[in-house]
T-cell receptor, first 113, second 116 residues
Framework: ETGVTQSPTHLIKTRGQQVTLRCSSQ?????VSWYQQALGQGPQFIFQ???????GRGNFPPRFSGLQFPNYSSELNVNALELDDSALYLC????????????FGNGTRLTVT | DQQVKQNSPSLSVQEGRISILNCDYT??????FLWYKKYPAEGPTFLIS?????DKNEDGRFTVFLNKSAKHLSLHIVPSQPGDSAVYFC???????????????FGKGTHLIIQP
């Protein structure tokens, strides 16, 4: 069973640029969500996708957007990067449903300078 | 406004003893709670969960207790082992009125250190 994989592991971008982070869900999982974890904080929910549609969103501006593909892989896009976007970005997949726990990837460490 | 609070940033426990990690929440709409464990350079790993209709759930050395009236939950690890040294996150979830999902709301984590 393949777990959740994310790429790249580390990334450095300049303020104002755009970035795309990628995620492959665990086999058989149809729901993917993205979280931002700033230093010393817990992960914060960005959004969730189910069957290629966004079905839940946290308190993040529209410059954070995503896609889910038919094979359940996913992308997180962030436009107009700000210094405060520097964080660990975690992708998680699940079978969906309230009782289904999330399985996280190891994250992408984004640094904005 | 932090809806899930873990007030102890760190906790040190001797190997073989019980570790008790605490978590408080403020949102009464939360009805499902989870604990995750995180090692450095890895993503969080699911440990154990509990639905709000229960007050206890056990899985091997891990037990989660939920006190809804106090809006408090705790994770007990017995006996504690060196491999348990990690950051532990408490998380909560509710289903919104539209039938979608809000995602998990996490606390800031507690760094558990197991002393030999």
């Amino acid at each position: 069973e393949t777990g959740v994989t994310q790429s790249p592991t580390h990334l450095i971008k300049t303020r104002g640029q755009q970035v795309t982070l990628r995620c492959s869900s665990q086999s058989g999982h149809n729901t993917v969500s993205w979280y931002q974890q700033a230093l010393g904080q817990g992960p914060q929910f960005i959004f969730q996708y189910y069957r290629e549609e966004e079905n839940g969103r946290g308190n993040f501006p529209p410059r954070f957007s995503g896609l889910q593909f038919p094979n359940y892989s996913s992308e997180l896009n962030v436009n107009a990067l700000e210094l405060d976007d520097s964080a660990l970005y975690l992708c998680a997949s699940s079978l969906g449903g309230l009782g289904s726990p999330l399985h996280f990837g190891n994250g992408t460490r984004l640094t904005v300078t | 406004d932090q809806q899930v609070k873990q007030n102890s940033p760190s906790l040190s426990v001797q190997e073989g003893r019980i570790s008790i990690l605490n978590c408080d929440y403020t949102n009464s709409m939360f009805d499902y709670f989870l604990w995750y464990k995180k090692y450095p350079a890895e993503g969080p790993t699911f440990l154990i969960s509990i639905s709000s209709i229960k007050d206890k759930n056990e899985d091997g050395r891990f037990t989660v207790f939920l006190n809804k009236s106090a809006k408090h939950l705790s994770l007990h690890i017995v006996p504690s082992q060196p491999g348990d040294s990690a950051v532990y996150f408490c998380a909560a979830r509710r289903v919104d009125s539209g039938g979608g999902a809000d995602g998990l709301t996490f606390g800031k984590g507690t760094h558990l250190i197991i002393q030999p």
